[in-house]
């Protein structure tokens, strides 16, 4: 009987040791299929600012954070977008973006509406997506936070509480400024984004960090233009918005410092800045979109350039997101250790 009793221990301990895994393992954050980036050198000077002062002192950082490679793709936004969609006719427009790589799905029948992917063009989970309000980057932000759960709460809180998410007559919102201390994964604040786009840790040589006027490791601006010809999807529009069909990555040799790709080009990207704390009715994106005209995706790919704003509750067709996260920590192996322990397996025979 105390055998019987010691054996049903163990199991529930080993069924305890693996809930706490499994526990810790989302507590710690997960990939979720991005490819994250590792953005160093804690306490690095900030950008100078160039001849007028624009953007002097902004991205010093004095932590370490990860950061997407690439912006969110049609295909995990189209998971996102789906998980909603589909479970109430009140949500058929949830988080639809203007440009993405994914379509109706005429064929599903049930409540909401469920979208697929393009089939005429190439990698189409890979297009990126435009349009998407700050708001609905945030509800993405909490999504992952909360371990991409179907329930209406995970979207509601976890990086950012929607409960803030009010628009006042004047036009100024009152939405949480910036994201929970304990949040694992939010909108890029703008420091931490043009850190991570024009701030070189090697510079002037190793260790020698100093920062880049283009997100492409260079004083000169891209040049827009194809794949194969150019080095961003801005700067030159094609025949019905197809520099949007241009997928994430396929400019393969064009990167930041920190090897992010697409910071020129492709969709502006949200971050948490307020422009005018005292009155707020915008937030900042930066970096050029897919097909703005070369002058002003040049000014909009520049350190120096303070950022354009929109609305969080609206946007506009161009803009996306790249998250931003915490460093995942080891998962201690204490409760392993514990179990063969407390199991005898960790036992000397004699």
């Known amino acids: 009987m105390g055998h019987r009793t010691m054996g049903r221990s163990v199991v529930s301990f080993a069924g305890v040791v693996l809930a706490l895994a499994g526990a810790a393992s989302v507590a710690l954050g997960q990939d979720y299929g991005f490819d994250w980036v590792t953005i160093g050198d804690v306490g690095n000077d900030p950008y100078p600012g160039d001849g007028q002062g624009n953007m002097a002192g902004r991205g010093g950082v004095g932590y370490e954070y990860r950061i997407g490679r690439y912006e969110v793709t049609t295909g995990q936004w189209l998971e996102f977008v789906n998980t909603f969609s589909t479970q109430s006719d009140d949500f058929t427009y949830f988080a639809r973006p203007d440009f993405w790589g994914a379509k109706t799905d005429w064929d599903y029948q049930g409540p909401g509406r469920r979208y697929i992917l393009r089939t005429d063009v190439d990698t189409p989970e890979l297009m990126p997506v435009g349009g998407i309000s700050w708001r609905e980057a945030a509800m993405f932000c909490n999504w992952l936070h909360n371990g991409k759960s179907s329930a209406l709460s995970a979207i509601e809180d976890g990086a950012y509480d929607t409960a803030t998410f009010t628009t006042n007559g004047d036009g100024t919102f009152n939405d949480q400024r910036t994201h929970h201390a304990d949040a694992r994964y939010w909108i890029p604040t703008l420091d931490e984004w043009i ?156």
């Open 195 to 350: 850190k991570a786009a024009h701030y070189d840790p090697d510079r002037y040589g190793g260790g020698e960090g100093g920062w880049w006027d283009y997100p492409i490791s260079s004083d000169e601006p891209p040049v827009y233009g194809v794949p194969g010809e150019g080095q961003a999807n801005a700067g030159f529009e094609l025949d019905n918005y197809a520099q949007w069909t241009i997928p994430l990555g396929a400019y393969e040799d064009v990167l930041s410092p920190w090897g992010l790709r697409d910071a020129a080009g492709a969709a502006m990207e949200w971050t948490e800045e307020v422009p005018f704390p005292d009155h707020p009715q915008d937030r900042l994106l930066d970096g050029s979109y897919a097909g703005e005209n070369s002058y002003n995706a040049e000014r909009s790919d520049r350190a120096s350039w303070p950022g354009a704003g929109n609305p969080p509750h609206s946007g506009g067709s161009y803009d996306g997101l790249r998250v931003a996260g915490l460093i995942p920590s080891p998962i201690t192996s204490a409760p392993v250790v514990w179990y063969f322990v407390l199991s005898g397996r960790g036992r000397r025979r004699r």
